[in-house]
């Protein structure tokens, strides 16, 4: 059975730093994509970041570039998001997500290209 299980999230303060972590079983994705949403009450998911198999692409959402990390650890089955300069804003659940296809698709960014998912974990930042 395939499962991607979230860990990391928690209650903290503005400005702090967090990172998350999304370990895969069941089957090995160091050949695919893997991604990073996140869903706050009352709004729809959207896409957090996103990257590729060999890492040598990530992309980030405008809202969390330059302050939030997208890794990959392949040998580990296990993809993660360091999390800097928090706000209370990124308050949401924060999901993982796998893409099965062997490319990476120009639709990164949309929650239908991917076809697993993990339960997620909440994040909450106060003010």
């Known amino acids: 059975q395939v499962q991607l299980v979230e860990s990391g999230g928690g209650l903290v303060q503005a400005g702090v730093s967090l990172r998350l972590s999304c370990a895969a079983s069941g089957r090995t994705f160091s050949g695919n994509t893997m991604a990073w949403f996140r869903q706050a009450p009352g709004k729809e998911r959207e896409f957090v970041a996103a990257?590729?198999?060999?890492?040598?692409?990530?992309d980030y959402a405008d809202s969390v570039k330059g302050r939030f990390t997208i890794s990959r650890d392949n040998a580990k089955n296990t993809l993660y998001l360091q999390m800097s300069s928090l706000k209370p804003e990124d308050t949401a659940v924060y999901y993982c997500a796998a893409d099965l296809r062997g490319y990476y698709s120009n639709n990164y960014w949309k929650a239908a290209t991917y076809s697993y998912w993990g339960q997620g974990t909440q994040v909450t930042v106060s003010s």
């Open positions: 990257i590729t198999s060999s890492a040598t692409i990530k």
